[in-house]
C-alpha cells in the first residue's frame, strides 16, 4: 500500500509539473494582449543600485532593540501555560493547501509567466476570505540545512482586512507542514503584543508585509504609524489559547486569539532610531551570502512615484545569548552595515543573494503582471569604472516583448538555500521557483 501510495504521488508530481508549464503558457498569451504602449522594452531598466554613504543617509537607518522584560513573559506564560514550540503546532495542522492543479483559473492569474512556478498551491477560500495576504518565511531562513528540528516549515503571513472594527489589521502566521511537498497541511497562530507587564496581550496591527525566520527568532515588520519598525518573536514560545472565541487576550474562563488555538507573543522590537523621515522597513529578506548572515530590507514606493525606494542590510548578531537578533551597539543601537537607492517604482520584494540583488515592482492598473528586476549593487562615484555600464535584467515575454512577466503582487521573497528556491505568495497562490531559473531569464 505504501508503495502504491508513492507511485500515486509521483504520477500526481508529474500532472502538477506538466500543468504549471501549461499555465505559464496560457499566461505568456495573456501577456501578448498587453499594449506595446503599455508594456514594450524601451529602455534599459532601473540600472544599478546607487549607494548611499553618507551618515545623513544612513543615520535615518538606525533602529533601536528593545526587550519585554523577562519577568512579563514569565508572568504571561504562567497564566496561559508552558509555552509550546514548532512541531506541536505542526501537530494541530488540521487544514490542507489545493495544489495548483486544483486552484481556480483566477488564482492561477497570480503565477509569474517568467520564470514558470516549479511548485504551486492555493489557500482555501473560507479560512482566508477577509485577510490579505503578506509575507513568507520558511525553515530554510531558520536554519541553513532547511531544516527545523525535524521538520520543513513554511510560515505565511496574513492581515484582517475585513470583519470588525476591532478586527480590523490582526495579523496571524499560517503554520505549513512542508515535510511532503504533494501533501501540505497548515494551521494558524494569532500575533500578539504583551501588555500590562504579562497580565494580558493585545493584537499585533500589521499588514506582515515582511517576515523573516532566522535561527529561533521570528522578525515581523510593523504598519507604518507605529513607532516600532520590527517586532521580534520567539519560535520556542508558541503559548495556547483554550478559550475559542472572537476576542483577543484575557477573557472569562482563560485566553482566547481571535478563535484560534495557538498565539505567538512578541518578545522584543525595533524602534526607528531616526527622524520623522526615517524609512519603515515594509520588506525583508535573509541573506545567508554574508558574514555574518544579514537582514535585507526595503520600503514601498507609489507606481507612479517619483522618489526612489531605498533598500539595506542589517547584520545579525554572532554574540552568544543574542541568538537570531540583529546585531546592536553597547547601548542598544542597529546600524546598517549597506544601503542603496533603486530606481525602480512600486517596489514590493527584495532579496539579496551573493552580488545580486532581485526587486519585485506590483502590476500597475493596465497590467496584469508585475516586474522582478535583478539589479548590480552599484560603486560610489569614487569608485566607479567609467567603462562599466548600469546593469539590471527583467524577464521578457510575450510577442510586446514585455517585462510584465512576474507575479501581480508579490510582498516579499524568501530564498530556501538548501533547495535552491525561490518561496513567495500572490493573492491565495503560494508558489515557489529556482533562483537559478530567475537568474536564467533575466541574464
Not at 505542526?90 to 489545493?98: E, Q
Not at 497541511?185 to 517576515?211: F, I, K, N, Q
Not at 493596465?366 to 562615484?381: E, F, I, P, V
Request: contains cysteine; charged residues 25%; hydrophobic residues 35%.
Amino acid at each position: 500500500m505504501k508503495q502504491r501510495g508513492r507511485h500515486r504521488r509521483r504520477r500526481r508530481g508529474r500532472a502538477l509539473r506538466a500543468f504549471l508549464s501549461g499555465t505559464a503558457l496560457a499566461l505568456t498569451a495573456a501577456a501578448t494582449m498587453i499594449s506595446a504602449s503599455q508594456a514594450t522594452v524601451t529602455d534599459d531598466g532601473p540600472g544599478d543600485l546607487k549607494p548611499l554613504t553618507t551618515s545623513a543617509e544612513t543615520g535615518k537607518l538606525r533602529l533601536t532593540e528593545n526587550r519585554v522584560p523577562q519577568a512579563s513573559l514569565d508572568r504571561l506564560a504562567a497564566g496561559m501555560g508552558r509555552p509550546v514550540g514548532v512541531g506541536a503546532v505542526l501537530d494541530g495542522a488540521d487544514r490542507t493547501l489545493r495544489d495548483a492543479i486544483d486552484c481556480s483559473a483566477t488564482e492561477r492569474r497570480a503565477l509569474p509567466v517568467s520564470p514558470e512556478a516549479s511548485r504551486a498551491y492555493c489557500w482555501n477560500t473560507d479560512d482566508t476570505e477577509g485577510w490579505q495576504p503578506g509575507a513568507v518565511t520558511t525553515s530554510g531562513d531558520a536554519d541553513d540545512d532547511g531544516v527545523w528540528g525535524s521538520n520543513r516549515v513554511i510560515l505565511s503571513g496574513w492581515s484582517r482586512s475585513g470583519g470588525t472594527a476591532a478586527d480590523r489589521g490582526l495579523a496571524r502566521v499560517g503554520f505549513v507542514n512542508a515535510g511532503d511537498l504533494n501533501h501540505l497541511t497548515y494551521t494558524w497562530a494569532l500575533l500578539a503584543v504583551p501588555v500590562d507587564e504579562g497580565r494580558d496581550y493585545r493584537g499585533l496591527v500589521s499588514h506582515v508585509s515582511g517576515m523573516v525566520w532566522y535561527q529561533d527568532k521570528l522578525l515581523v515588520t510593523a504598519d507604518e504609524g507605529d513607532r516600532a519598525a520590527l517586532y521580534v518573536y520567539d519560535m520556542n514560545r508558541v503559548q495556547r489559547a483554550g478559550v475559542a472565541d472572537a476576542a483577543v487576550g484575557r477573557v472569562p474562563g482563560g485566553w482566547s486569539a481571535n478563535g484560534y488555538r495557538f498565539v505567538l507573543p512578541a518578545i522584543g522590537s525595533y524602534e526607528l532610531g531616526g527622524n520623522s523621515d526615517a524609512p519603515h522597513p515594509t520588506t525583508v529578506s535573509l541573506d545567508r551570502s554574508t558574514a555574518p548572515d544579514s537582514l535585507v530590507a526595503g520600503e514601498w514606493t507609489l507606481d507612479d512615484g517619483d522618489r526612489k525606494a531605498r533598500l539595506w542590510r542589517y547584520p545579525f548578531s554572532t554574540a552568544t545569548g543574542h541568538e537570531g537578533l540583529l546585531a546592536t551597539s553597547a547601548t542598544g543601537r542597529v546600524r546598517a552595515s549597506e544601503a542603496y537607492e533603486t530606481k525602480v517604482t512600486g517596489v514590493r520584494g527584495v532579496l539579496s543573494y551573493g552580488e545580486e540583488w532581485y526587486v519585485t515592482r506590483a502590476a500597475d492598473p493596465r497590467d496584469r503582471q508585475g516586474t522582478l528586476w535583478r539589479q548590480d549593487a552599484g560603486k560610489s562615484d569614487d569608485d566607479k569604472d567609467d567603462n562599466k555600464s548600469d546593469t539590471s535584467e527583467a524577464a521578457v515575454c510575450g510577442t510586446e516583448e514585455t517585462h510584465s512577466c512576474w507575479s501581480p503582487q508579490t510582498e516579499s521573497l524568501s530564498y530556501w538555500e538548501a533547495t535552491g528556491e525561490v518561496w513567495t505568495q500572490s493573492g491565495r497562490t503560494l508558489f515557489a521557483l529556482p533562483l537559478a531559473s530567475i537568474d536564467r531569464t533575466t541574464g
